[in-house]
């Protein structure tokens, strides 16, 4: 029997059902909103997606979904504290056309990084996490500073190990944990220095999406292009892409490059 969005309507409201939620559904946009009765804080899903999934793989797209929407749920409901939560607090990379705000309006605590993208703060909370906010640092009265220090001195505690793979000559290492913080390693400045140490030609970097640090050991002008490639594959298929554009590090600084088809970059 054939999976439709009305049907996949009456699983959502068999599984999610709750005293605390309301859902609607709406026909014209054929998604499916459950949210808090009390604060109207909800998700919404969009139901054709999550059809083409469960055609896909049956039963369990609907069991992922209906985990993910809960633990969602669970954590908009929550007060969250920063003190004695400081080991779960990391920095995580974002493009610079991430929204600085969160739906409810609240700033969110971030700096700049490079052109490309930006940092913001995170809140791991096991099966998912939450960007710090200003009105949470008030709350606790803490500086920006001190959370940057102590988001930087954990990123330095995570294992940074790698895949190493060789194109045309050219060097590649891709970190990919699967932590949440693969490209927030791009500011574990000790592990950059490392790689930059021991490469034999030009270190170049890439975070494309949030769940991939790729470093390139550039031996050869063929590598740019390798690159560039693989950077731009990475970028269309990640869950929540960054940029696209590697960047050279040199100096302690990471310069974005322009990467032209067989030349080496310009700057």
Known sequence: MK??????????DERLAGPAYKTSYNRDKDTY????????????????NVVAKYNER?????????????EALRVMNEEQELTGMEKNIY????????????????????????????????????KSYRLIDEAMLEKEGWTHDRIDEIAAFNIRSLNNDYKKDTVAGNDF??????????ASRILN??????????SKGELAVAVPHQDVLIFADIQNKTGYDVLAQMTMKFFAEGRIPITSLPFIYENKELEPIFILAKNRPTE
Request: glycine letters at 6%.
């Open 3 to 12: 999976m439709t969005s009305i049907k996949m309507k009456k699983i959502l």
């Open 33 to 48: 909103r459950i949210a808090w009765k009390e604060s109207n804080q909800g998700m919404t899903i969009t139901l054709p």
């Open 58 to 70: 049956g039963e369990k797209a609907v069991d992922e979904l209906v985990e993910h929407v809960t």
């Open 91 to 126: 920095p995580v990379i974002r493009a610079t056309s991430f929204a600085t705000k969160t739906k409810a309006g609240e700033k969110l605590v971030c700096k700049d990084h490079t052109a490309e993208t930006r940092i913001y703060y995170a809140l791991d909370l096991g």
């Open 173 to 182: 290492y891709f970190v990919a944990k699967q932590d949440g913080y693969d």
């Open 189 to 198: 400045e000790a592990f950059m220095e490392e790689m930059k140490v021991n």
